[in-house]
């Protein structure tokens, strides 16, 4: 008996398969005082295949360089000194465009239920405490993107 093929679903076109590339392709953000912490997230990355990293030491710095690179994904330490992570969160809030999602994935030695809840109150997307498994922090972040990704199309179709 024949059957005649289903029918092809918007969602099922080739152009809206995400691929390894452009998860790799994704601009993301790296804030956090301690620069080993930096050099480890960095590492990762680029052995992941990201290329297009950019990394703050400095939480003063990290303001600007998210309104002025616009990254895909930030990855923030909470506890800096003069300005920590809860504040930047904030400001990040205040930065966004309304409908734009630039998730959040936080990195914290705080182990605190309420660091946690506040995080997220404020915004953040996810919150993985240190020390950290980096396959699990790997596998976040791609899903993170992912996310934002599928986000900006749904968002972009008519």
Do not use: W
Not at 69 to 83: A, G, K, N, T
């Amino acid at each position: 008996m024949f059957e005649a093929p289903p029918e092809v679903s918007p969602m099922n076109e080739p152009r809206d398969i995400i691929t390894a590339d452009d998860l790799r392709s994704r601009r993301i953000l790296i804030i956090d005082d301690e620069e080993a912490n930096v050099l480890l997230l960095k590492t990762l990355l680029e052995r992941e295949g990201y290329s297009d990293l950019l990394c703050h030491t400095n939480p003063g710095e990290a303001l600007e360089a998210f309104v002025q690179h616009e990254p895909h994904l930030v990855l923030l330490d909470l506890m800096m000194p003069d300005i920590d992570g809860y504040q930047l969160l904030e400001a990040f809030r205040r930065q966004t465009r309304p409908g734009a999602f630039r998730p959040v994935l936080v990195l914290t030695a705080d182990t605190n239920i309420g660091a946690r809840r506040r995080a997220l109150a404020l915004g953040a997307k996810d919150f993985v405490s240190k020390p950290f498994d980096i396959v699990e922090v790997a596998l976040r972040i791609a899903n993170l993107l992912e996310t934002q990704i599928l986000y900006e199309r749904l968002m972009s179709r008519p």
